[in-house]
């Protein structure tokens, strides 16, 4: 059954979409929202890698080298984002200029909601539920986002990949994630 969620709906449909945009000063601020997220988060990334205590004998790449990866890719797509916002929102094109094969959405904030907050839930649950609890609701939380109806199977995925993912860190890297309350079995 096709979900009402434009963006997944597009994925399935194969439609190109084109997002409803605003003019004016009020319709660029609201452009700007998401590259401000990305902005903000990469800055809070930042500030933990140069805040990081690192042994003076940690070997390349070291604790810092990854998040300094991730930071530097949520500047570049904020950049990006922002450009193109800021573009978008100057241009507001009529209903006469969609090309066929395209309709106008506006953004699923129930979707975005979703998505959001489950990374929040993350970030504050990761020290206490661990890593595999965790890292399964956030990949649940996400796919509901992108319109997963079917929770008890985005549930057995999710703990799949968190408990793979985790044994991958663990076993295969050396690295230990939070474990939370299964500490007595990890």
């Given at each position: ?76 797509f904020a950049v990006v984002l ?99 309350l299964l500490g007595w079995a990890?």
């Open positions: 059954m096709p979900s009402n969620n434009p963006t997944s709906v597009s994925a399935t449909v194969g439609n190109r979409l084109r997002f409803q945009r605003g003019s004016g000063p009020r319709g660029i601020a609201k452009a700007l929202i998401m590259p401000a997220v990305l902005a903000a988060f990469a800055t809070y990334l930042l500030f933990g890698i140069f805040t990081m205590k690192v042994p003076p004998n940690a070997a390349f790449p070291g604790p810092q080298f990854f998040p300094a990866i991730i930071a530097a890719g949520l500047y570049f922002g450009i193109g916002a800021v573009r978008a929102a100057l241009v507001t094109p009529s209903v006469d200029d969609e090309e066929p094969g395209e309709r106008m959405v506006g953004v699923d904030w129930r979707s975005f909601a979703w998505v959001a907050g489950s990374f929040l839930g993350f970030a504050f649950l990761l020290g206490i539920l661990g890593w595999i609890i965790a890292a399964a609701l956030l990949f649940m939380g996400i796919a509901r986002g992108f319109g997963q109806r079917r929770v008890l199977f985005a549930a057995v995925v999710g703990l799949t990949i968190s408990s793979l993912s985790y044994i991958a860190f663990d076993m295969g890297l050396g690295l230990s994630l939070p474990s939370g990890f």
